[in-house]
């Protein structure tokens, strides 16, 4: 969950950052839709990527995942 916590305190900045001016020059309405829809698709990204899913994996994890892998196959 560590490089979880450092995107979002990270994207917090950016995000107001570029919201302000996209509200202005949008609208407020059509930028809450804008950014429900964009979260919508990362989330999606998220929840099928399975290298995204397991970034914060150490290696003891990724070799006994790896050895129960090649248990299954058989």
Known sequence: MAIFG???KLSSPIG???AGP???AFGIQV???????L??????IGLFNQELRQL???PC???ARRSDD???DH
């Open 6 to 8: 450092s995107i979002i």
């Open 56 to 58: 914060d994996e150490g």
């Open 70 to 72: 090649l248990w299954f």
């Open 61 to 63: 994890q990724k070799a």
């Open 31 to 37: 930028w809450f839709i804008a950014a429900g829809v």
């Open 39 to 44: 979260i919508f698709i990362s989330m999606g």
């Open 22 to 24: 996209a509200a202005d």
């Open 16 to 18: 107001l950052a570029a």
